[in-house]
């Protein structure tokens, strides 16, 4: 939202911080997390325009999913297999420092369920690549299992798919819940971190060598600014223009369901995603690819288009759930990075200004290592390569 100069003048308190992190998702409190855990003198201060987890972390769908966007075989294509196997290690260490750290003893407590996840085929062009990417994770010595027409059938209740891989690794969460988490770990650990939520950063401005940001509210002064701020990051830095892309993804949630899937399922080459929640609900998003021209952008909205795919996806597909009642609907925006991986570290263009998003998609797999990362870069250690902010110039 733009600040009128009235609104602008004469308000706000003046506040001292070591770091600033604008932007209250996975990426920003897990940034504020390792920081804390760095040096936990540091001052630091959370500002979000809404409050925790309003924006694409409290809406996705819980799918803490190792590797990438894509099939494997095609990571490997791309990056080559020793950045293909840093980059997989990388999610893996993902989970293991969420479960270490933020989910502990108390699985329950996060719905999480570390049970795999499924990628299916329905079409034998997409079984093959499948089962070619899973002789190559193979010899990653990565966990995976290949699964027929009548498996699917059996332990997952779907139907219409010729075949299919189970990533053995991947796991599930209630990603709200999981946010919170870290934010709760944040306030028992640390009484250095200040959030303000309900708090719009309109600008960053250089003053006496440190960054002022300003909200309505308060001006909040510090030598370091991290944007943690997703899809909307063109919205505060014209550096994101061409590297940051705004994408909406949809999902729609049904009434609970005895329990019937072993484990959560992607399809369609990773755009479409089911599964059904420990509780009973299914959920399903994906369809981006029917209206890719609308699915850009900020609007927080559903289409009848993609609503409609969902719910056709569920009756063609998963007979358990035909005559479901929908409950919910909902979107989100994610942030795109231009070549699909995130990017961390401090702008090329200013170095009191860091960066961490780009997640495409998969920041409940990549963003809490990437906020470890972030931390890295700050205390002058090495980022690699193919995450570090530089290599997008
Ligand atoms: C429908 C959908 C399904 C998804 N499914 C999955 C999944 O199953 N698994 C997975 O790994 N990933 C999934 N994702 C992606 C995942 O949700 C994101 O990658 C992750 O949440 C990004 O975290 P973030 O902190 O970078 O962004 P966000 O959570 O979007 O946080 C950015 C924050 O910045 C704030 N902000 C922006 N501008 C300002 C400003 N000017 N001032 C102050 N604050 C500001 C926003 O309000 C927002 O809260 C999905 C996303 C969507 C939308």
Not at 22 to 41: H, N
Not at 272 to 301: A, C, H, N, W
Not at 327 to 344: A, C, E, K, L, N
Not at 371 to 383: C, E, H, N
């Amino acid at each position: 939202m733009s600040v009128s100069y009235w609104q602008d003048s004469g308000f706000g308190k003046r506040i001292t911080k070591d770091v600033v992190i604008i932007g209250g998702g996975f990426a920003g409190l897990s940034t504020a997390y390792w920081m804390q855990k760095e040096d936990p003198s540091m001052n630091i201060a959370v500002v979000e325009k809404y409050e925790i987890g309003d924006g694409a972390s409290g809406r996705n769908a819980g799918f803490i999913t190792c590797g990438s966007v894509e099939h494997f075989n095609r990571l490997v294509e791309k990056h080559g297999r020793e950045e293909a196997s840093v980059i997989w290690k990388f999610s893996e260490d993902n989970l293991k420092y969420l479960k270490e750290d933020i989910i502990e003893d108390r699985p329950n407590d996060f719905l999480f369920e570390h049970n795999g996840s499924f990628s299916l085929a329905s079409t034998e062009t997409e079984f093959k690549e499948l089962q070619e990417s899973a002789e190559l994770m193979s010899t990653f010595n990565i966990n995976v299992e290949k699964v027929d027409e009548k498996d699917i059938k059996e332990r997952l209740g779907a139907e219409k798919f010729v075949g299919g891989i189970k990533y053995i690794g991947d796991a599930t969460v209630h990603p709200h819940k999981l946010l919170h988490g870290i934010k709760e770990k944040i306030e028992k650990t640390s009484d250095s971190v200040e959030f303000f939520e309900n708090h719009e950063v309109s600008k960053i401005e250089t003053e006496n060598g440190n960054k002022v940001v300003y909200t309505k509210k308060n001006r909040i002064e510090a030598p370091v600014v991290v944007y943690a701020t997703n899809g909307y990051s063109p919205l505060v830095n014209s550096y994101f223009e061409d590297k940051i892309f705004p994408t909406r993804g949809q999902i729609l949630v049904t009434e609970k369901v005895p329990r019937f899937m072993e484990a959560a399922c992607y399809a369609n080459f990773v755009l479409d995603y089911f599964r059904q929640l420990p509780t009973g609900e299914m959920l399903i998003g994906g369809f981006r690819q029917l209206q890719k021209d609308v699915e850009t952008g900020y609007s927080d909205q559903t289409t009848a288009t993609i609503q409609s795919a969902l719910e056709d996806f569920l009756k063609v597909h998963i007979p358990a759930v035909r005559e479901a009642k929908i409950t919910h609907r909902w979107s989100g925006i994610m942030g795109f990075s231009v070549d699909g991986q995130p990017m961390v570290g401090a702008l090329p263009t200013d170095p009191q200004l860091y960066f961490v998003g780009g997640f495409t998609a998969h920041g409940v797999g990549l963003a809490f290592n990437s906020g470890k990362t972030l931390v890295d870069a700050m205390f002058g250690r090495a980022v690699p390569s193919w995450i570090s902010a530089k290599r997008l110039g």
